[in-house]
Every structure is written in C-alpha cells, then in structure tokens.
C-alpha cells in the first residue's frame, strides 16, 4: 500500500467537533485486527478494517501543529490549541480511551493523585504543554517555532498555535517509528475552518510515501472532517 492513495487517509464523518470547544480525539491503529479507529470526546465515530500492515517507517521528524513536509519546508499549520499531545506504542481500548476523556480536566498523572489517571501502559510520548514543549514520558523533547504560545487548557495549559507559521518540532527518535500497533491521543479546540491544519504529522507528503502516521483535520470544503492518515505499508 506505500503508494496505494485509497488507502493512506481514512476520515470520520463530517463536523464531528464544534469550533472554539474542547474536544479530546484518539487514533488507533490495532495491527491484529487490521483496524484503524478514531475516538472523539470517548466515542467511536470511524473504523476501517483492511488486512493487517507494518505502517511505513520514516526517520523524520513530528510536527505539532503543521506538517513538515521536507527536511526545512513546513505548511499546514494548526489555528487553535493542543493539550495533553500522546503517543503509545499499543492499540488503546475503548475503556482507556473512555477514561481519559471523563478525566476531563484532572487529565492523566504519574503519580496519580486524587481524580486523575494513570496513563496508560506503552506511553511513549507525552507533551502535557505545561508552558514548554518537553516529553515527560521519555526525551523527544520539542523546540518551539514562529511564536508558539501557552494559555490555559484542558488540563493546566495548552499549546497555542497561531495558524500562521508557529509549530512544534519533535526530532525523530527510536520511540515514535510505531510501525505495528500505535495510538495517538491529545485535546483539541480548532479556532478557524478555513485551512486543512495539522495537529501532527511525522513524516512528510502522504501521497509519495514519505509519511508515518499523521492527524489532520480538513478544510470546510471536505465537510472539517478529522483524518487518520498512513503512507501505506506492507
């Protein structure tokens, strides 16, 4: 499928967040089950089943809030505030997904106070947005581009992109190559429909096989769906 367009983007329904409100999203991909999800606010909206792939492996960096297409080049980029930004190098249950999302506000935590949660087990990267872009969950620390803000979040801060030039760029490690089995999971609030913005991106064009995995939301014109996007496999 490295080439195989039909296969590499795979949308949920139309609209299926509100403008300016907090909404939390989880992308699953459960290599067994050939199964590709994608959660919104603890419920699945989309499922594609296709036999089972190993999702192509790139040495790129991760782009939060934009797509970073080339070793220089970035576009794509996100209006809006991200929260909580996590990967996991397992395929997250409905239950686990559930759980954070009625977490609400308390969020995840390590260790676990009163009201949060624990994380879940195979977390890989974590980038709670608490005024920096560090990983507590490893070191894929980011650097911040093009005037990257922090105002108050989902839970504590968030990550304020101006949907002009500012992203997030996260080196490629080890860690994020999730090739088998992979889930991705943060809070989004969009502030503007009028771009296809990128919450995040490892790799570069979908279309040449240059892409891992990727979340995008479209532009009005293809209905602002949310899209779960490969470069393939094999």
């Known amino acids: 499928h490295q080439w195989d367009v039909s296969f590499h983007s795979f949308y949920t329904p139309n609209n299926v967040f509100a403008l300016n409100t907090w909404s939390h999203v989880a992308a699953v991909y459960d290599q067994p089950a050939g199964a590709r999800r994608i959660y919104v606010n603890g419920v699945e909206v989309a499922e594609r089943i296709d036999p089972p792939i190993t999702v192509t492996n790139t040495t790129a960096r991760v782009g939060i809030g934009a797509n970073l297409f080339s070793s220089t080049g970035s576009r794509g980029y996100f209006d809006g505030l991200i929260d909580e930004l996590s990967f996991y190098s397992t395929a997250l249950s409905t239950a686990e997904i559930q759980a954070i999302h009625n977490a609400g506000s308390a969020g995840k935590c390590v260790p676990q106070p009163p009201n949060c949660i624990p994380p879940p087990s195979g977390l890989v990267g974590w980038w709670p947005g608490e005024g920096n872009a560090v ?35 996260v080196p490629d490690s080890p860690s994020l190559r999730l090739t088998n089995v992979l889930s991705i999971e943060f809070w989004v609030k969009r502030q503007d429909l009028q771009g296809e913005d990128y919450i995040l991106n490892k790799g570069g064009d979908y279309t ?3 892409l891992n995995y990727g979340v995008t939301l479209n532009r009005a014109a293809y209905n602002d769906a949310l899209a779960f996007t490969f470069a393939g496999g094999f």
Do not use: K, P
């Open 135 to 169: 990983d507590i969950a490893g070191t894929n620390n980011g650097a911040l581009y093009n005037g990257v803000g922090f105002v108050a979040g989902m839970v504590g801060q968030a990550i304020s992109f101006n949907g002009t030039n500012s992203y997030v760029e």
């Open 208 to 210: 040449r096989g240059a």
